[in-house]
């Protein structure tokens, strides 16, 4: 595989309105981010990637863009993401954005004259579809509730959003809007950012039948994602967008897809791919919260162990995922993974341990580093999310009381994720000198950045991930290396080996609050990280290591040890 510069990224995202205030309106912004560079250089990361930043109605917090050309007010100026591309770079720290062109806002230009004219030039930059009166031209679940369609005043007109009704899907059939979308993309890679994040691409295609599926839910409509994700023929619109932009700029791109078919991976994220890099999302959807999961924990951490690990098997060679185990859609990966109880150094710090020296780039979310947690709401009316108060009405309707619904809230709102960032003990956790825009979780008085400083802290052990996998004496190792699974008894042990030109490194996370033995023998050469922070070597029996209870180990080995 021929080396490339962003082989070698560390990532950590960045959602900008929970991140720093830096003007006294309680929303995060880009001077706030501006002014805590010098903590992500610390962290050991080398690119981040900002949330959207676009002049926006934020009725989906950014991802309804009214215009792609300007930085919303909020947020700051294009003068200031310039300043925090320079004071970056300077740190040696890549910036990349998100990139949001499956649909636009509601209020943007382009759709308010479609609105007037629907057979004109911009009503054929979106989808619209007759009806017939109130009835929509198909049965198409949003993928936030509802009809997939938004009936035009008293017309037969629909237009189609896959996601909110402010949110109406571009039609990347018509080849006028393609060419002002590659313009846009081009103009803020001029600008001087090293790449963006995908937002949504796998449904700029849709079958263009719109036909009715039968029904799989109460409200009769059909969640249809066969119809419009990965649909058939996508891949001429991505090999144009890659060709009109990406390749012109030798930038970094991370698109948001999932299940690609095996045989389809050399062509999305091979040499010559689509993309640098696509979320690796095999993990995500399972839960300690999950009700079918619940009193089968060994069973669950068996099943996403085995998945992670055939997924990397299966793009050995191919190309590079991103692994992550938060982001701002999702709940806290404490949350999910761990009870309450179970929370402490220990077990949060084993939690990077198991993906961050896999092979692909690895993905910090603002916060895990001092392993924030969701802040659970009294009442609904709490949440700010659109999403969140669509879901919350999807289960009345399934039959749950309001107290049952609001507690699947708080156990499963991504807002949960979205609570503004921990710096201090002081008021409003050091994010703000005033009451932020969304209400700072209690705990930020023990859980904090300042209070993590210290050697010994969560945050300080991330120091230590970041620093291993960025080390240049076994950097080649994690980004080229192969990956070997080892065999364990048990699901609750995760046991990888990576190798590179005859150095062999181990990982072994212990997923439990017991002692656990493994069942291969190792020969230690050295012990690279471990979250006991012991200076001699792990107790050994004669062909096993006993792991302590959450513990995390990280060593090279001989190579020829394993038995």
Known sequence: MKEKWWHSLVGYQIYPKSFQDS???????LPGIIRRLEDLEQLGINMIWICPVYQSPMMDHGYDISDYTKIDPMFGTKEDLKQLISEAKKRGITVIMDLV????????????????????????????????????????????????????????????????????????????????????????????????????IAHIKKDLSYRNLPPDGPDGLHAGMQWFRNVEGIETYLRELKENTFDRYDCFTLAEVDDIPEERLNAYIGENGYYSSVFDFCHCFHSQLDGKWKGHWKEMLADIRDRVFERQKKMEGKGFFCNYQENHDIIRVPDRFLPK?????????????????????????????????????????????LATYNNYQ???????????????????????????????????????????????????????????????????????????????????????????????????????QRSYKGQELIVLVNFTDQPVRTVQAYLIRKVLLDN???????????????????????????????I
Request: aromatic share 14%.
């Open 23 to 29: 003007n006294s309106d309680g929303i995060g912004d």
């Open 101 to 200: 062109i499956n649909h636009t806002s509601s209020l943007h230009p382009w759709f308010q004259e479609a609105l007037k004219n629907p057979e004109g030039k911009y009503g054929k930059y979106y989808i619209i579809r007759k009806g017939d009166g109130e009835i929509p031209p198909n049965n198409w679940r949003s993928l936030f509730g509802g009809s997939a369609w938004e009936r035009i005043g008293d017309s037969d007109n629909y237009y189609l959003h896959l996601f909110t009704v402010g949110q109406p899907d571009l039609n990347w059939e018509n080849e006028e809007l393609r060419k002002e979308l590659y313009r846009m993309i081009n103009d803020w890679l001029e600008l001087g950012i090293g790449g963006f994040r995908i937002d949504a």
């Open 341 to 385: 109880e179970k929370q402490n150094f220990h077990s949060l710090s084993m939690l990077p341990v198991l993906y961050f020296f896999l092979a692909g780039i690895p993905m910090i979310y603002q916060g895990q580093e001092i392993g924030m947690t969701g802040y659970p709401r009294e009442k609904i009316g709490d949440y700010e999310d």
């Open 394 to 496: 999807e289960y009345l309707l399934e039959g749950m009381t309001p107290e049952e619904a609001l507690e699947k809230i708080n156990a499963t709102s991504r807002e949960n994720a979205r609570t503004p960032m921990q710096w201090s003990s002081e008021a409003y956790a050091g994010f703000s000198d005033v009451k932020p825009w969304f209400d700072v979780n209690p705990d930020y008085v023990t859980c904090n950045v300042e209070e993590q400083r210290r050697p010994g802290s969560l945050r300080d052990f991330f120091r230590k991930v970041t620093a291993l996998r960025r080390d240049s004496a076994y950097e080649k190792t994690w980004v080229y290396g192969s990956f070997l699974p080892q065999e364990q008894e048990t699901g609750q042990i995760w046991g990888f």
């Open 532 to 562: 006991y922070e012991r200076t001699e070597k792990p107790e050994q029996g004669r062909n096993t290591i006993m792991l302590r209870p959450w513990q995390a180990l990280v060593f090279e080995s001989d190579g020829s040890d394993l």
